[in-house]
């Protein structure tokens, strides 16, 4: 008797405490309802086919980087790791944590996952660092640009370079045992 009392009360249960953590979002979502009339269907349409593109992107990345043919577990586990990371603490250290266990039982190894996650999101992070690269033959023919933007950008390459130089100079030299954690080599 009491499991049928707890079937009929789960649900709404379950319901209530969603509305309750998504009940922010959700107000800001619906307070931007009239900028709607201004948009460009065009844009928003092309917007939402990039979008799926990215995410299909993604997939493709992380098949590769599993070693795996099957889409299916790939896209579920990232859909539910991203969907657990934005609503639990921990961000991305327990989206990956969660599609990591999801893969697991899809019968994919918990280390390979974890490799082939960091290797996925190594290389999802050098291609946003190439980004302003990329924009930077467009300022310097003189493209508009705002001036803290700029300003931004000559910071960000002048930061590039010395991070450049010093890992050039780091594989070169022969005595990068005294750099900081070159003793922990244990030679």
Do not use: N
């Not at 707890?6 to 922010?24: D, G, Q």
């Not at 590769?64 to 639990?88: K, N």
């Not at 290797?119 to 033959?137: D, N, R």
Request: aromatic share 8%; proline share 4%; with cysteine.
């Amino acid at each position: 008797m009491w499991k049928r009392r707890a079937k009929r009360w789960v649900l709404p249960t379950v319901a209530v405490v969603s509305l309750y953590l998504l009940l922010p979002s959700l107000l800001t979502v619906f307070a931007g309802w009239r900028s709607l009339s201004r948009l460009d269907w065009v844009f928003a349409s092309l917007a939402l086919v990039a979008e799926a593109a990215s995410t299909v992107c993604i997939w493709q990345l992380d098949r590769i980087a599993l070693h795996t043919r099957a889409w299916f577990p790939v896209a579920a586990a990232q859909l539910a790791g991203t969907a657990v990371g934005r609503i639990l603490p921990g961000g991305g250290a327990t989206a990956v944590a969660s599609s990591a266990s999801l893969l697991r039982r899809a019968g994919v190894d918990t280390g390979e996952a974890a490799t082939a996650f960091a290797a996925s999101g190594a290389l999802q992070l050098a291609t946003k660092l190439a980004l302003p690269v990329l924009a930077l033959p467009a300022v310097l023919a003189g493209a508009p640009v705002g001036h803290s933007l700029a300003v931004a950008a000559y910071l960000g390459l002048g930061i590039l370079l010395l991070l450049v130089a010093g890992g050039v100079a780091a594989f070169v030299s022969e005595a990068r045992s005294s750099w900081p954690g070159g003793g922990c080599s244990g030679s």
